[in-house]
């Protein structure tokens, strides 16, 4: 029953250090995200992938790659990081059943960069 | 403009009461979704309720239900019943159509239940 699964759950980086976060998932889900939220700005889509091999930008997609490994798991790559890039990363993926949709969201990501 | 908005940043509720907490939305779409989620101090997301909108039954699940005002842009949670466990961050979300996977965030209410 492990749902969406993140890594790390926090994480300080000096700015310009890259690094990679990991998501996956165990419900076969098509769809993958990748949010961040930020005090007062609720949360913002950085990259989405609809289905293995695709994926798009999203709202804030600056500063970020991602990667669909497999149906499995939707990485988050920053490069070099900024200070501007510290906030709660979630990633997500979603299921549509009998006409609902639903989205499960990972524990999240505390990410200060300094 | 903003797609999801909730004019609510804080609410507090007596426990065992029912609270509402509003949403409106902004979209041309004849085909979109709307959700809310549940953030807990714990931080993790926890999905509560969907609405389609060509669903013509307001949502339920449990002790909330969603009031599916659509000529009025508007669906607001309604929750039944209020616990202490309540307290929480819940975000207002939509879904617009014609395939589009972005799903757009309000900025949340913070609801507080006082025993």
């Known amino acids: 029953n492990a749902g969406v699964t993140q890594t790390p759950k926090f994480q300080v980086l000096k700015t310009g250090q890259s690094m990679t976060l990991q998501c996956a998932q165990d419900m076969n889900h098509n769809s993958m995200y990748w949010y961040r939220q930020d005090p007062g700005m609720g949360l913002r889509l950085i990259y989405y992938s609809a289905s293995e091999g695709t994926t798009d930008k999203g709202e804030v997609p600056n500063g970020y790659n991602v990667s669909r490994l497999n149906k499995r798991e939707f990485s988050l790559r920053l490069e070099s990081a900024a200070p501007s890039q510290t906030s709660v990363y979630f990633c997500a993926s979603s299921v549509w059943t009998d006409k609902n949709e639903k989205l499960f969201f990972g524990s999240g990501t505390q990410l200060s960069v300094l | 403009a903003q797609k999801i908005t909730q004019t609510q940043p804080g609410m507090f509720v007596q426990e065992k009461e029912a609270v509402t907490l509003d949403c409106t939305y902004d979209?041309?779409?004849?085909?979109?979704?709307l959700f809310w989620y549940k953030q807990p101090s714990s931080g993790e997301m926890i999905f509560l309720i969907y609405q389609g909108s060509y669903d013509e039954q307001n949502a339920t699940e449990g002790r909330y239900s969603l009031n599916f005002q659509k000529a009025r842009k508007s669906a607001n949670l309604v929750i039944s019943a209020s616990q202490l466990g309540d307290s929480a961050m819940y975000f207002c979300?939509?879904?617009?159509?014609?395939?589009?996977?972005?799903?757009?965030f309000g900025k949340g209410t913070k609801l507080t239940v006082n025993p």
């Open positions: 979209t041309s779409d004849q085909s979109y979704g």
């Open positions: 979300a939509m879904r617009e159509g014609g395939g589009s996977e972005k799903l757009v």
